[in-house]
């Protein structure tokens, strides 16, 4: 009987690979499936939401802003 480590590669090379492959697949498939068009279009369109009203800047109406924005 092989050891334990020489039986674990040859698990790793055959059947890991071919579960590698599947996952990889899976998510190709999942990415690329009918239907998901508008949810990725929405995702991406994320920073993009508020250009034609920015966020109002609270500190020039005299309120305590709760988030301090990055950009002073």
Do not use: C
């Not at 092989?2 to 899976?26: H, P």
């Not at 508008?38 to 009203?53: C, G, K, V």
């Amino acid at each position: 009987m092989e050891d334990t480590y020489t039986l674990l590669q040859i698990i790793a090379r055959s059947w890991g690979a071919l579960f590698m492959l599947v996952v990889f697949l899976g998510v190709i498939v999942f990415t690329l499936r009918p239907g998901s068009r508008r949810l990725h279009s929405d995702i991406a369109n994320i920073p993009f939401r508020h250009d034609d009203r920015p966020a109002p800047d609270t500190a020039a109406q005299g309120q305590t802003p709760q988030f301090k924005e990055a950009r002073q």
